[in-house]
C-alpha cells in the first residue's frame, strides 16, 4: 500500500468513526437520558450541590443578573416524577431556590429575556406520552417562580 493510500484509509477510517460517534451520540438525545448520564459533566463548582440527585437535564444561564452563572436542573426523584430547581451561585455561597415539578420526557431548558428586563427568564418544555406542556419561570430572589405555562399537568 502506497503511503498516500495508507494517508486515505486512515483518514476514511476517523471519518468512519466519528460519523458513527456522531450517529449514537444523536440517537441517544432522542431516547430518553439515563439518570444521572449527565452529572460527570455539571460544573465543579456545582457538583456538590447535585450529588445524590439523578440528573436528567442541566443548562447554566446568569438567573438572578448578579453576573454569576447559576445552574438549573431537571432530575427524578421517582420513576414517574420529575423535578427542577435553580441553584444560585451568590458571591457569599450557594442557595437553592424551591423545587417545581418537571415534564417527564423530552425536556428542552431554554433561555429567552421574555420582559426585556433582567433577569433572563427560563422556558422548559417537555412530553408525557403524547402529551406536550411548557412553562416560564423567573428567579426572584431565592424563589422560582412560575409565571405561565400550558399542559404542564398533563407533563410533569
Ligand atoms: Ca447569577
Redesign the pocket.
Known sequence: MSRRRGRQTLVFSALLVGLAALYWYSSGKKADVPPGINRSEVPTRFAARCSGRDIIKWAVQ?????????LIMIYRISPEKNMMRVI??LEGGFSETNEVPAPHSNQVISFRDIDRKPPMEIVVQGTRGTKFGYAIFRVEGTELTDLFGEGMEGCC
Open positions: 446568569d438567573l438572578n443578573n448578579d453576573g454569576r452563572e447559576d444560585l451561585d
